[in-house]
């Protein structure tokens, strides 16, 4: 395949992606509460028993 | 230009989508939650974590070595998925094309470079400890002597890495159902450690047991715990581009990731530090005590179990490291499978047949370099997206040459580059991967966050102030005219 047929079929999948996103799908701000709370405060809280126990 | 793909138009998209040069359509991106749980558990869970959990017995007891491990594993994830899954899973793209906004084009093969040397990394950790297992079921069998350990090792590991090569030589199809089969007979192997442990040791003597080779500093030794539980989810970075491009968004992905990930490592790692503790000559390498405590006729089948179980993660971390090669434009359709997967174990039959003890011996500084070299570039991707709230381009991504969004300098962007150096200061400085010594106030931040933040932060305020015009670029990506397809 040459570099014009190859660019042709990247451009053509690269339109179909871009047109298949789904907006709702994207992290809102729920998840990234409780994406915090599970790997940033209860690291913290991990971390500070862990510390008392030392 | 040279466009280095053949064959007809369906096989090449085929190709293509597969090996992650292109990204996925929706229509394709069909694993759901629970897939994404299994695929993600699936590559988790590997001997290796033992090893792992046996470095922090040297610093730690077993409950605070319980809390850092934990700790510090969900942190590493935390950052890990906040660098790349926003962006991975609403394009259907790896993480090496998800770096190409911050680095550029070229500049993102830097991400290539860091997977290959990790993947080669486990990969030798996996094969030295295989060939271990296998000698030590001779030994204990007493078909060869007990000194020659130190010559059987490495021919053992070299040669199951020639297995490795042939099995993967029908293709990768030889890959399917062998993560499942792997975490499953990980998971049993383990259960069976800590009833081991339990019953030979006792679990008061395992609680109580003192770290092996702990600092003078308290808190030196439970960061340091933190730092390398932390360090090894970040090595989770290559894979998790991989993983949820092939799920329909983020939302999806979030957990599975999260939790597939990252509770497997720090759980199985827990067994390593027990059983370090426990036995502590072993270091947390159940090949040292299995036949001990269980006797030929529970350890020799355990040990066989380990062989099976490595060898079939060293399948995957084999096929990883071919689909890496595979992400070279210069290698895109010119290398054969065969020769892909020999490219992707040949490092590691070097490192397991002339260096394997002492890298074995060395594997908190194989950590600290998944530290050094992730850590910068998760900062990077954070502030690009989350503080200076830049949104990709897709055709950016994957249409390369003068006048499009990623192109920078040369394929380069100087910016990314700078603020990568000064994270890698900010680790070296705070940690030195070699020796472990430290410099304050180390113990108190660690080394993995404050490289993560100071790479962000210098990307971040360069960006801003220094290539503005670059940034406005790339918000107006979607005009730009592509050139060259590269």
């Given at each position: 395949m040459d570099s014009q047929a190859y660019r042709d079929a990247l451009e053509k999948r690269l339109a179909i992606v871009e047109a298949g996103i789904?907006?709702?799908a994207s992290l809102n701000g729920n998840d990234y509460l409780l994406l915090w709370a599970a790997t940033a405060v209860l690291p913290a809280v991990l971390l500070f028993v862990g510390w008392w126990w030392v | 230009m040279v466009v280095g793909v053949s064959g007809d138009n369906g096989g090449l998209e085929a190709r293509a989508s597969a090996e992650g040069w292109w990204p996925l359509t929706q229509g394709e991106r069909n694993w759901g939650t629970v897939a994404l749980m299994g695929v993600s558990v699936s590559a988790a869970v590997a001997t290796w974590v033992f090893i792992i959990g046996g470095t922090v017995a040297f610093y730690l007891d077993a409950v605070a070595g319980s809390m850092a491990m934990i700790a510090g594993s969900l942190v590493g994830i935390l950052l890990v998925v906040l660098a790349v899954l926003p962006v991975a899973s609403r394009f259907g793209i790896d993480s090496i094309a998800a770096l190409r906004p911050q680095m550029g084009n070229r500049g993102a093969y830097f991400g290539l470079v860091l997977m290959t040397l990790s993947v080669v990394g486990w990969n030798s950790v996996l094969m030295i400890f295989l060939g271990r297992a296998s000698v030590e079921i001779l030994v204990s069998l007493g078909l060869v002597a007990d000194g020659s350990r130190g010559l059987l090792v490495p021919l053992f590991s070299v040669a199951s890495i020639v297995g490795v090569w042939f099995v993967l030589r029908r293709g990768p199809?030889?890959?399917?159902?062998t993560g499942t089969a792997v975490a499953a007979v990980v998971t049993l192997l383990g259960v069976f450690i800590v009833v081991l442990l339990v019953k030979e040791v006792g679990w008061s003597t395992i609680m109580d047991a003192e770290p092996l080779a702990p600092s003078s500093s308290k808190l030196y030794n439970y960061t340091t715990g933190f730092e390398m539980l932390a360090a090894i989810n970040l090595a989770w970075w290559p894979y998790v581009g991989g993983l949820v491009r092939s799920t329909s968004g983020a939302r999806k992905a979030l957990w599975p990731v999260v939790i597939g990930l990252g509770l497997p490592v720090s759980a199985l790692s827990l067994i390593g530090l027990f059983a370090a503790l426990a036995v502590?000559?072993?270091?947390?390498?159940?090949t040292k005590f299995l036949i001990e405590l269980g006797g030929v006729s529970a350890g020799v089948p355990a040990l066989a179990f380990i062989i099976l179980a490595n060898f079939g993660t060293a399948l995957v971390g084999t096929y990883i490291a071919a689909l890496g090669l595979a992400q070279v434009p210069s290698f895109q359709g010119r290398l054969s499978w065969n020769l892909s997967t020999a490219l992707g174990i040949l490092p590691v039959a070097v490192v397991a047949g002339l260096f394997g003890s002492q890298f074995f011996d060395n594997i908190g500084v194989f950590l600290a370099f998944l530290g050094v070299t992730f850590a910068p570039i998760c900062g990077i991707q954070i502030a690009d997206y989350y503080v200076l709230k830049r949104r990709p381009s897709l055709r950016g991504m994957f249409i390369h040459g003068p006048g499009t969004p990623y192109h920078y300098w040369r394929g380069f962007n100087p910016v990314g580059i700078v603020g990568l150096l000064a994270g890698v200061a900010t680790y070296m400085y705070l940690l030195n991967p070699l020796t472990y010594e430290s410099n304050p106030p180390y113990e108190y931040v660690s080394a993995t966050l404050p490289a993560a933040f100071v790479a962000g932060l210098v990307y971040a305020v360069l960006m801003k102030w220094v290539m503005p015009s670059e940034r406005t670029a790339v918000k107006d990506a979607s005009a730009a005219e592509p050139s060259v397809v590269d």
């Open positions: 789904d907006e709702s | 199809e030889a890959m399917q159902k502590p000559e072993s270091g947390g390498d159940p």
